[in-house]
């Protein structure tokens, strides 16, 4: 647990010191708008406007974005700690090879979120319904880094979480809901106008990243590993 209250201390930190470009993020971000424009799947305004328009669902959406991804990671990695052992240091390389090259991410390529953006029709949604959604939104936005949209963490994140569950999970509706875990993040992510698709594209290039280094070291992906401790010296 101490292991990961300072690594996630280190991350924000890092996060948030990376410089506040604001005028590359917004091009950045003109330029996502665009390719998206191109590949025709630039519809999260619409989908934005339309969850904005359904209050509760909206709420829930925001307070969704705010907790789920600290709670169920943590919670993941402790089940994994606890019931699989042997697969757990692969499981946290791979989450935290993660991060570290979003970071990365954030300082090569500053990118406003769409609510920041002024050219979409974007509802921000935490302002607009008052809750406390978005480190970036109200009186914590001094406090955080908003333009490292680039890649979403939520993705990577859920992703994870949602392969870790769906291999390892004993029961078959805990698999069946850790499969269906990061497609809803998606929708999160997208509706309450925080991430463009492209950004969750990223994430799980960054996540594939992680999950490479983890195989070149462990010689085998997580849930392949062995679910004990190999005893040494038996």
Known sequence: MLLIAISYWTYSLVRNAVPEQKEQALRNADWIWSAERALHIAVEDTVNRAVNSVTWLVVGMNYYYATLHF???IGVLVW?????????????????????VALLGYYLFPLAPPRLTSGG???????VHHTWGSMASGNLADVSN??????????GWSVWCGVMIAVLGRWGWVRVLGALYPAATLVVIVSTANHFWLDAVGGVL???????????????FPYRLAREVPAVGR
């Open 121 to 127: 029709g974007f509802v921000d949604t935490v302002v």
């Open 80 to 100: 994994l700690y606890r019931r699989h052992p042997g697969r757990y240091a692969a499981a946290r390389l791979v989450l935290f090879t993660t991060t570290g």
């Open 71 to 73: 709670v169920l990671t």
């Open 146 to 155: 908003q333009y490292a949209a680039m890649p979403s963490m939520h993705i």
């Open 206 to 220: 960054c996540l594939g990243f992680g999950f490479g280094l983890s195989y070149v070291w462990y010689g085998a």
